[in-house]
């Protein structure tokens, strides 16, 4: 293995970002860039592929991975090849902030997933012999590439109903991370993540750029067009300002102690100082955006209009227990799920946001990101997709995380079992409480099954593939007329079980405490929501907390 002080770099690279490399290595003094005609002399080679462009194809790669294959055949010893975090999609599955092992699902198919998919197989076979570094860094702002475009134009294309967060990482922080690589790196797969994210809509409001939102089937319309060209990916680029797709840069924190050192608003701010006719850009507040998206502002906009209407004069919600929300730290929020649209959810939120200042982040399923609006209204509200990573991280931030333990299928609950539970499925929420150490908090809500009364569903096909439900829901309005029930909800939050002051973290691996503590959290619902029922006379009208107490 070399050292760093023996370090001879030969450079494959796109000409302006090869010359900065270059200089930097030069700089360092850590490394000693090798001109052209020296290469004999290289032991270490950072090769770049000149990455999907307009014009070109989809192995466009290929000559210059020619050249960097015949310089290992020299005696290379140590390889950094610049790949891209394109290479984990952006799809509603995505659950943000992946780590290097996370692969996209193979039911969404992206032309430019696959470019980078196939250069990283063909340079991983290529350099076999060699001490191999491959670096996926985010949307990089080098000038050319497709983000550097989109907030260079006068005018930017979007998608009609997405603001996705975003990462963008300055070409000097890319450089950074290259020469730390060659000096630190033993091989594998690296992660360059900038610190934070910025919205979309923020970013071209900072580039002063003309958002024109385009609806998806139009951008579809495109893509098809240029597939005869062998451009499918200029119209599958798009698909990275649909959904977000962060990544996570724990793992060459870790072990190769490197950071960028630009957020990704810094990155963005920084290249349009430099980007040559650049318009002046637009000054922004510096703040620092939520991870996932969520927007405060957002939810007390809406709280102060459409959730009051829905509180107070639609739902006529009703709450009990409200104090058994803890008002600081950790705590899984769990319950049922009906009426399968997210109003329970979204009027859960509103609730506890007025009553107790909180916010829950409500683990959702893939398809409330799926469709323009619906996507902007669950992300800022506050939704996650669900998986362990992200409840565990929302739980570590000493904040709410909602479970619906029920999952799915429990949203499609025919009204005839409306109020008697189904399966927990794999009583995930219990083990990421085991493990955060966090009280569980159980809720019942009566009236929220009738606002979308499922009287049938039928599997189909079509249908389950465009919207990812699992059923096709028959109710006395929808399909026909999608506008729920004005029924009468009664919300009760129960005592919260405090699993972290009985167990150790250790018994999220035991699955007979598991079952123990689902067993009882579903047992308490359960028995609330059969003396709620037989307390209710009347679906639209009446009280059955005795005090009146409104939410």
């Known amino acids: 293995m070399t050292t760093a002080a023996t370090l001879r770099v030969a450079v494959v690279a796109p000409p302006s970002l090869k010359a900065a490399l270059m200089e930097r290595l030069r700089q360092s003094a850590l490394a000693e860039p090798i001109a052209e005609t020296e290469t ?25 991975l020619e050249h960097a294959t015949e310089l290992t055949r020299r005696g290379i010893e140590r390889v950094i090849v610049v790949s891209s975090a394109a290479v984990y999609g952006a799809t509603p599955y995505t659950p943000g902030f992946v780590n290097e092992t996370w692969e996209a699902p193979p039911t969404h198919p992206n032309a430019v997933v696959e470019w980078w998919r196939a250069f990283e197989r063909q340079a991983t076979a290529a350099f076999a012999g060699a001490t191999l570094t491959v670096l996926r860094p985010a949307a990089v702002l080098d000038g050319e590439s497709y983000f550097s475009r989109l907030f260079r134009g006068a005018a930017a294309v979007t998608l009609t109903g997405y603001d996705p967060s975003i990462q963008l990482l300055a070409v000097d922080d890319l450089l950074a991370a290259i020469a730390c690589a060659l000096t630190k790196s033993t091989g594998g797969i690296f992660n360059v993540a900038p610190a934070g994210v910025i919205p979309l809509r923020t970013a071209l409001r ?42 996570s840069g724990d793992r060459i924190d870790r072990e190769l102690g490197f950071l960028p050192a630009r957020t990704s608003a810094e990155a963005l701010e920084a290249f349009l100082n430099l980007a040559a006719g650049a318009r002046e850009p637009r000054d922004e507040p510096a703040r620092e955006f939520d991870r996932f998206g969520q927007d405060k502002a957002y939810i ?44 329970d959810g979204v009027m859960l939120l509103h609730l506890v946001a007025r009553g107790r200042g909180r916010y829950i982040r409500f683990l959702i399923h893939p398809s409330l990101v799926k469709f323009p609006f619906l996507f902007n209204f669950m992300t800022k509200l506050g939704g996650i997709p669900a998986c362990r990573e992200n409840a565990d991280w929302t739980l570590q931030q000493d904040e709410l995380a909602g479970v619906f333990p029920e999952g ?45 009364p499922i009287l049938a569903k039928i599997r189909w096909a079509w249908w389950e593939r465009w919207t990812e439900w699992p059923y096709f829901p028959i109710t006395p309005t929808f399909p026909l007329a999608p506008i729920p029930l004005p029924s009468k909800w009664h919300v009760r939050f129960l005592e919260p079980i405090r699993v972290n002051d009985r167990y150790p973290p250790g018994a999220a691996e035991d699955p007979r405490v598991v079952r123990e503590i689902s067993g ?29 107490s409104h939410g």
């Open 40 to 64: 004999a002399a290289a032991n270490a080679l950072v090769y770049m592929p000149d990455g999907p462009r307009p014009g070109r194809s989809a192995d466009a790669f290929g000559t210059s």
């Open 206 to 247: 900072m580039a002063s750029a003309l958002r024109i939102p385009v609806p998806r089937l139009w951008q579809r319309a495109i893509r098809l067009a240029l597939a005869p060209a062998g451009l499918a990916w200029a119209g599958d680029q798009v698909e990275f300002i649909r959904y977000s797709s962060t990544i």
């Open 300 to 343: 007390a906009a809406y709280g102060a209009t459409l959730f009051t209407f829905l509180r107070k004069f639609y739902w006529r919600i009703e709450t009990d227990g409200l104090e058994h929300v803890p008002a600081t730290g950790r705590a899984v929020i769990a319950g049922p799920h009906r009426g399968f649209m997210p109003f």
């Open 408 to 452: 799915i299928h429990g949203a499609f609950t025919p009204y005839r079992d409306a109020y008697r539970l189904g399966k927990f499925g794999r009583d995930e929420f219990v083990r990421i409480a085991l493990r955060n150490r966090a009280p569980i908090v159980p809720f019942a809500i009566v009236g929220s099954a009738e606002i979308f």
């Open 520 to 548: 009882l959290v579903r047992q308490r619902i359960q028995a609330a929501l059969d003396e709620m029922v037989a307390r209710r006379r009347w679906i639209f009208f009446g009280s059955i907390f005795g005090h009146g």
